[in-house]
């Protein structure tokens, strides 16, 4: 019997000396493995650099995608205990770069719209449809003739809208000259002197074209999984400061598998015209609160 006992001792020790050997093994077989992958992805990196540093187009996009569907019947907690609710909420930003040793074209998009839903079956009368809730268009092409390096004359236009609910009522439409700057890779910052916002709006009372200066802020940059855009445009017009405006979007895209990730977008603007146009007061006496939106769901990289 004791025989029996050591000799099944023996026969544990051996096992398990041999599974904490294999997993040893597996350990550092991983290890070399992810150094010869991290030498590889590094060298990749440096590939992409050169691509990217060469002339021609370069294309991208991504966005996010936000939303919820929910229906009660009888839960008499609350206040509506009948009801079918929802949220849908997109977002979608991509660009089209020309870049050349003499000259660039910048060209990009941003659309963020989203929709809401409640309806609450006791009630007849509500409005039981996806009424627009985030509603946000802009459309931007920038060309430059390069002067050095890091800066160059410019043109640019620049067009800001709704697309839902009033589209181009108001509609601004930026036109303008003047010098682009490149401090550093992925920042593109537009001084324009000479630019003139046209608006388009049925209430003349509220809405004036002007002339101003334009400045645009840019920047946009990839880093592995992550890709993310920050955006700050504004215009300050040389006839009254009520006729000004100015308007900063962000947005971050993180993938998590493949394709698919998760998203969060923001914006801030400060616009009297619109504020005067929505309250229904003459353009000074408006309460130019600041206006602002955000999204958060899943993302898609395309």
């Known amino acids: 019997m004791n025989r029996k006992l050591l000799l099944s001792a023996v026969l544990i020790l051996t096992v398990a000396f041999s599974f904490s050997q294999t997993k040893e093994e597996l350990q550092a077989q991983k290890a070399e493995k992810q150094a010869e992958a991290d030498k590889f992805q590094a060298e990749a990196d440096a590939l992409q650099a050169q691509i990217d540093a060469l002339p021609g187009w370069r294309v991208g996009a991504f966005g996010t995608i936000g939303g919820s569907l929910s229906g009660f019947n009888n839960w008499y907690a609350q206040g509506s205990p009948n009801n ?24 990009s998009l941003l659309a963020n719209l989203a929709w809401v839903k409640f309806d609450d079956r006791d009630n007849p009368t509500d409005d039981d449809s996806f009424r627009a809730g985030t509603d946000v268009f802009n459309l931007s092409s920038l060309y430059g003739q390069k ?19 009033n589209f181009n009522d108001p509609g601004f439409l930026d ?3 003047g010098a682009t700057w490149t401090p550093i890779e992925n920042l593109i910052v537009v001084i324009h002197p000479l630019n003139y916002n046209f608006v388009f709006a049925d209430n003349d009372a509220a809405f004036n074209s002007s002339a101003g200066a334009k400045i645009v802020a840019d920047y946009t940059r990839q880093i592995g999984a992550i890709a993310f855009k920050t955006n700050f445009s504004t215009f300050q017009s040389y006839e009254d400061s009520d006729l000004s405006n100015w308007t900063w979007t962000n947005s971050f895209s993180y993938t998590l598998w493949k394709m698919i990730g998760v ?14 146009n929505f309250q229904g007061v003459p353009l000074a006496d408006a309460d130019n609160d600041l206006q602002s939106y955000y999204t958060i769901g899943l993302s898609y990289k395309f």
């Open 84 to 107: 079918n609710s929802g949220n849908i909420g997109i977002t979608f930003n991509a660009f089209a770069n020309k870049i050349e040793d003499k000259y660039f074209w910048r060209n």
């Open 147 to 165: 002067l050095s390096e890091k800066w160059a004359i410019s043109g640019l236009m620049e067009y800001r809208t709704t697309l839902i609910d």
């Open 175 to 177: 036109v303008g000259v």
């Open 263 to 276: 998203g969060f977008d923001f914006g801030l603007r400060s616009n009297q015209q619109e504020a005067a």
